[in-house]
DNA sequence: CATGAATGAGCGTTCATTCAT
DNA sequence: AATGAATGAACGCTCATTCAT
């Protein structure tokens, strides 16, 4: 009796594959990604993904906290690498340029994105992570006196929010320079 | 033959009330707002609303066109009164802050906003015109030294576009503060 | 300018093939006869059958109209030949026995005797004749003294809604039998 | 091997929770009542409802044979009373009415009677015990005189199929009142 | 023998677009 | 030029049944 239950393993990689393939339509087609397409990619019927996600809103959620999951764990790399030493205000700023990027090549972490911040206190538990490490960034850059005071957890997840994903590199680029100032303390 | 022929001027009009029921429900309920209600809305019949405009990406456009007119106006007004000695910064600042609220009240001026700078060179008239009195801002901002030497006319789009609309006003003031000291000059 | 509008004579005709094919579909298979089987059947896309039909529930009620309305003449000539001088007893079983071979030959029409008497007051003109005169052919054979004075047009409603229908011929017969004298008078 | 295999007792069981299930499903949404929910229901998998009952109808089979049974020992019990000295026309009457509330409290029972007499030469024991029974009290009023000479256990079947059991208790109740003539003798 | 994941045809419905009148 | 009926692919979802474990 080493496992909880027999023949788990193949759901549990139908489950994989339908995030996976949900994850790629969505990626393109935002959630504006069909069923039975999603279905197809995945390999399977249209029967089993309902049997995993019992409505497309299910799906859409799941894939949402995937991304952010990986938002979190960006969050608190930054974190890690601010305690050992690295300027808080930079952690943050590599933070939102990166997180940017990642929703430029993926309409479905946009989504995510905007979730945050939304829900009530920290309904997943992952958007619990990302809120402490980018709390305490923060904190970090107001101690060391490289970001304004004012600034917020919800602020950061505004500009997420916000930023022009759907445009070139080069605007992204401008934007995030554009937006840095409301953040920073000086000049 | 007795019977009246619609005349040029009944095309007209019809026009105009096709376009006004297109900003009206794609102002609740975005790019969704289905053909056939948007026909009903204008009191005539689907094929009409085929006629005037082929497509329904050209109906949506179309609707973008009227708004960027009265971005186009603002944009004039606030010139204006910073040719009058207001405070270009001010005045810029009050130009964003109006569009803002005005995409937070119709879906489909959002979509307007998006749409500016993003084509080639001055498709449209009304784009020339907001460009020219946004650029004169900037400038006359920049010559008092109250705004930046980097900001453009793109960027102030830029804004215009990740504006967090269909967030509660406190967001999209708080959005504002958060992103003016992109723009202005000091502190 | 003789008649209403131009172009209706086509979507007539489809509203009656449509109807047709629903009471066709719904005869053998009941109401679960299926939208894209009836407009198939019909020669129509699902598209037109919705625009006559916008729910499956519509539908259904338009067939079960139809039929009451032939249980309204069926009845309403009974009551004439009554009127001639037939007895009205025999009138009133001569209609019942009709009434059950056509609902023996068409699930649709069961539906129909089923929703009889059910609703509010009259709420279906059809039904309304049929009551009236179903109602007159009672009273007259109450005054002939050849039916129960306990009778009532609900009684008949109920008898017809709870015929044998999908038994053969024989077994409806002798139900028939079994039932009349509940309704007639003597023996 | 120390690990048990299922025993023959244990699909014993496994039947009877399956049949209690699904006659409490089916009681209240009839045979639309979904396989999946029946094995909930019934606390096992729906592998293990299919190796028992091979097809949905198989099982509604099921449920019908034993509400038959419930039906034979009715009418066992009041042949018994009539045995007794009971007026045997009241006691047919009897079980016709409880038989009807019956259905009218579950949608199984329904199918259940109107299964009767349907099938070839007596299938089913219980319903051989029935029909044994419903004959002696038919014969019994018969030779009493107060039941017709007419009437055979087909006929209670056929009452029995087609009683109202979907309408409220007096029209029930009337029902009964409007089809009793056609059994008893007299008036 | 039990499990429960997988299947896939089918359902009712929507909507941008076409075209006969 | 206007009408509005017709089209049909697509959508999200259900459920009896099969089959690998």
Known sequence: MSHNRPSRADAVRNRRRILEAAREQMGSHGSAAGMDDIAQ??????????RHFPTKADLVSAVIAEHVGEVAEDAEASLARARGGAPAIDELAGFLDRTTEAIAHNQAVKVAARSLGVEGPAEQPDEARASAAVGELIRRGQDAGTIRGSVSVADIYLLMATAPTDQPAAVRQRWLQLVLPGIRTGQ
Chains 1, 2, 3, 4 share one sequence.
Do not use: E, F, I
Request: proline content about 0%.
């Open 41 to 50: 990619a995945a390999g399977v019927a249209v029967g089993t993904l309902y």
